[in-house]
């Protein structure tokens, strides 16, 4: 039996357990995935001990991702991030497949990534939504709540990237095609960090936020007449991408789409 895992503190609320078992089921695989809470400062201890029982794979969550970095071998993109979120355990090769949860949530959406991208936030999912767009050869402005981060993201993610506080968002979104929120606004309460007058139909918005999964970013974007994909979609992608690293299959996304849905 293989088994792969979750990391992080805390982590009893994650969905990640039925979507991955889903896979598993629909593949035939003999295969376990299981959820692990240690504590703060025995992160290296968890990873290692798992290397040392012969655990396939782990995701890393909140908050280990950046402390990842130092345990792993980051590929390039995780190295830029400066988060890992996926290890290959036995390689002890980390990845991080938010970045790539984002591309393909989006292009899954019929989505060109071409032109501006405007992506709020300068936190964790917002520097791996930075670099994926980034790379698919996007520029990208950051708007996040304290300017200075926003200015730092944009220097690390480099070429034409700019940043802006968020009372520039108007301007920000006139001409851009992608707009993503990679903040937690929108989670807790019914409100949106985007003003619902500076959407556009020639938009395509994703929301991070995945619960809940309409959120007023995208009902504004909607009335706006823009393209709207909820976070569960990148959800779902960054664990099909973590799934095809640690298999070298093609994961069955349909299944695990299901199983994420059906615990939302």
């Known amino acids: 039996m293989q088994v792969f895992g979750l990391i992080g503190n805390p982590v009893g609320h994650s969905l990640s357990p039925p979507m991955h078992e889903a896979a598993y089921r629909e593949l035939d695989m003999d295969a376990r995935y299981v959820t692990f809470e240690p504590e703060p400062d025995d992160l290296a201890d968890a990873v290692f001990g798992a290397r040392a029982l012969g655990i396939a794979g782990l995701n890393v969550t909140i908050p280990f991702k950046r402390d990842a970095l130092d345990l792993v071998d980051p590929d390039p993109l995780a190295a830029r991030i400066g988060a890992v979120n996926a290890i ?3 390689a002890m090769r980390g990845y991080n497949t938010d970045a790539e949860g984002a591309v ?6 019929g989505v060109d990534l071409a032109g501006t991208a405007v992506v709020v936030g300068a936190g964790g999912a917002g520097r791996a939504v930075a670099f994926g767009l980034a790379d698919e ?9 304290t300017v200075a981060r926003a200015d730092e993201l944009a220097a690390a993610v480099g070429g034409d990237a700019t940043a802006c506080g968020l009372d520039g968002l108007p301007d920000a979104l006139a001409d851009a095609d992608v707009l993503v929120n ?10 949106s960090p985007v003003p619902a007058e500076a959407l556009h139909a020639d938009l395509a918005v994703l929301d991070a ?9 995208l009902r504004d974007a909607d009335a706006a007449g823009a393209t709207t994909v909820d976070g ?4 779902l992608y960054q664990g099909v991408a ?3 690293r640690w298999t070298d299959r093609p ?14």
Do not use: K
């Open 137 to 145: 050869g996007m520029r990208v402005r950051i708007a996040n709540r």
């Open 88 to 90: 290959d355990v036995p």
């Open 104 to 109: 393909r949530a989006l292009r899954e959406h």
């Open 251 to 264: 994961a069955p996304v349909a299944a695990m789409n299901d199983a994420l849905r059906a615990g939302l």
């Open 182 to 191: 990679a903040t937690s606004v929108g989670m807790e309460e019914d409100r």
């Open 232 to 235: 569960a979609w990148m959800l």
């Open 242 to 244: 973590a799934f095809e």
């Open 209 to 217: 936020v995945y619960a809940p999964v309409e959120t007023r970013l």
